[in-house]
Structures are given as structure tokens and as C-alpha cells.
């Protein structure tokens, strides 16, 4: 019968060296802090030195979004790291705000309060939030994939609800359409369809971590 000693070296020839990851807080600070420097240098680049931006004058609409945004980023964060289960009511705070920005803008619509800003191009708008979606959905699932995620569905709707709210919210800063309907077809929507797509990609993404631990 092998001896203890020897068996415990021949499982620990090759094992790959442990990475050092930064704690949540910093992780969730540094990515909230990259992923807002990346939105406000697109918003300048594509704005001609802030010249567009247009603050909305029904920006209380956009609170529920920045509180999507705030904790699904540190839901994904938080239950990346094994031996971290998800908080019940952080897990059902993100879908709640979602759904509260979506009634606040259904409000709008049907009661037909509207401003006088001019139609603005939707190509435009789905392009420039697919641009500001891309890097801040890498950087945090760059992130996440430095631990070892063991819940992959909810971790892939968490960053991608993260990201796109982010981009959502920078959109409302570039696009000066304040329409109920376009922003509920082009800057809500988008978060909905990109959230449940993160499902699928955390799948994806997050399989070999698993398949690496066990």
C-alpha cells in the first residue's frame, strides 16, 4: 500500500500554482471604477467634448437602473468565490429594479407624458450600447473567471445585467431622444435580452473552471 507521504507529493507534482485574486470589495470597486472611465471616455470620443450629452429630465427613472447595476455587479462578484451562496433578497433585487424601471417608462408611455427632443437615429443608439457593453462585460467576467464560480447561469445573468444596465445608463447621457417608447425599445430592452443571453454565456464561459475543480 502507498505510504501517505508519497501519495500526498505525487498529487501535489502538478498541481498549478494558486492565483492571487484582489477581495470583493476592491474587485467590485475596480471594476464599477474601469468600467465608468471606459463609458465617460466613449461618451466624450462620440459626444464631440461633451457638446451631445444630454442630462434627462426625467432622470429619477434611472435610479432603479443604477441600483441593478450597483448589485448585480457585486452578486457576481460576492458568489464567485466558492463557499459564498448567493443572498436571497441581493438575488431578487436586480429582476425588482428592472422591473420597477420598466413600469416607471410604461407609466410614461400610456399616460402620454412626452418632451420635445427630436427622434434620434436607433441604429445609433444599439450601436453605441453594444460598444460600451463590450469591454465592461469582458473586464467582469475577466474577473470572475480569476475565482472558481460554481452557480454559472446566475453568475452569467448577474454580469450581463451589470454591464448592459451600465451601458444603459451611458446611453442615457448620449442619446438626447427622451421618448417612453425608445427608451423602453432600444435602451430597456436590450438590458432584458442581454441579461437572459448571460445565462446561456456564463454556461459557456464558466465550464472549464468547474470542470478543472472536480
Given at each position: 500500500m502507498m505510504?501517505?507521504?508519497v501519495l500526498i507529493d505525487r498529487l501535489s507534482a502538478n498541481l498549478a500554482p494558486v492565483r492571487r485574486v484582489f477581495p470583493i470589495s476592491v474587485a467590485y470597486c475596480l471594476w464599477i471604477g474601469s468600467s465608468l472611465l471606459i463609458l465617460i471616455s466613449y461618451i466624450w470620443w462620440r459626444s464631440?467634448?461633451?457638446r451631445m450629452i444630454h442630462i434627462p429630465i426625467y432622470i429619477?427613472?434611472?435610479i432603479?437602473?443604477?441600483?441593478?447595476?450597483l448589485i448585480s455587479a457585486y452578486n457576481a462578484i460576492h458568489t464567485s468565490i466558492p463557499g459564498n451562496r448567493k443572498i436571497q433578497y441581493l438575488s431578487l433585487a436586480p429582476i425588482s429594479f428592472l422591473v420597477l424601471w420598466m413600469c416607471l417608462l410604461l407609466f410614461r408611455f400610456f399616460t402620454g407624458i412626452t418632451s420635445d427632443i427630436p427622434i434620434y437615429n436607433y441604429h445609433t443608439c444599439i450601436r453605441d450600447f453594444l460598444l460600451m457593453n463590450l469591454p465592461t462585460s469582458i473586464g467582469l467576467i475577466y474577473i470572475i473567471r480569476r475565482r472558481y464560480p460554481m452557480s454559472k447561469k446566475n453568475i452569467g445573468f448577474w454580469i450581463f445585467t451589470a454591464s448592459a444596465t451600465m451601458s444603459a445608463l451611458g446611453e442615457a447621457f448620449l442619446?438626447?431622444?427622451e421618448a417612453a417608447s425608445h427608451l423602453i425599445l432600444i435602451h430597456l430592452f436590450p438590458v432584458f435580452g442581454l441579461s437572459l443571453l448571460g445565462i446561456w454565456i456564463g454556461n459557456f464561459v464558466f465550464h472549464r473552471e468547474l470542470d478543472s475543480t472536480f
Open positions: 505510504k501517505t507521504d464631440d467634448f461633451f429619477y427613472e434611472l432603479p437602473a443604477f441600483l441593478v447595476l442619446c438626447p431622444n
